[in-house]
């Protein structure tokens, strides 16, 4: 991001991508994130990994042999998995609430209205290469914004718990498989 302009710009040194040097984009992303988004991510990491210390050891074990002899089933188990998850749905639309884009997510047409004399031609050459399934999470359906994030929301949760899930699959299929023919072996 920050060293686009560096490495890829005209011969008159104007940047083809992105317009901001590393000396504008590091204070910029590390300002922001030092003093929020490092707390929160501190916060939540902490919380996850309390929550599976309670109810899901074997998943912070998942390279003992032990780990797949337990049984980790029961809806109760996993009903403060869904609140928190339920909660931080409800909680998507938060980002609404925030003017304007993010810094560094701009578009042709962004880059425009903070008063560049001209978008680089490198970010107008691809522009139309590639168009987010929902931009803006506008869905003309709906009509609602915020119903747009929810619905996003729930859907990257639906596709990183299968991920996992997967994940998770491949990893018990492998352990469990090996040790019938482990416990087989004498020596």
Not at 63 to 74: I, L, M
């Amino acid at each position: 991001f920050g060293i686009q302009p560096a490495l890829f710009h005209s011969a008159d040194g104007t940047p083809l991508y992105a317009p901001y040097p590393l000396s504008v984009s590091i204070p910029a992303m590390v300002i922001p994130h030092a003093l929020i988004a490092s707390v929160v991510e501190a916060l939540v990491t902490v919380a996850v990994v309390a929550y599976l210390q309670r109810a899901n050891q074997p998943a912070l074990k998942l390279n003992e042999e032990s780990a797949f002899d337990v049984e980790t089933t029961g809806a109760r188990r996993w009903r403060p998995l869904w609140i928190t998850l339920a909660v931080l749905v409800v909680l998507s639309p938060i980002g609404l609430l925030a003017p304007g884009t993010a810094w560094g997510e701009w578009g042709a047409e962004e880059i425009t209205a903070l008063g560049f004399p001209s978008i680089p031609s490198g970010m107008a050459k691809l522009s139309t290469l590639w168009s987010a399934p929902v931009p803006d999470y506008d869905l003309s359906a709906i009509g609602n914004s915020s119903v747009a994030y929810i619905l996003s929301a729930i859907t990257g949760i639906i596709v990183v718990s299968i991920v996992v899930w997967l994940f998770i699959l491949l990893a018990t299929t492998g352990k469990k498989s090996a040790q019938p023919a482990a416990a087989g072996k004498t020596h």
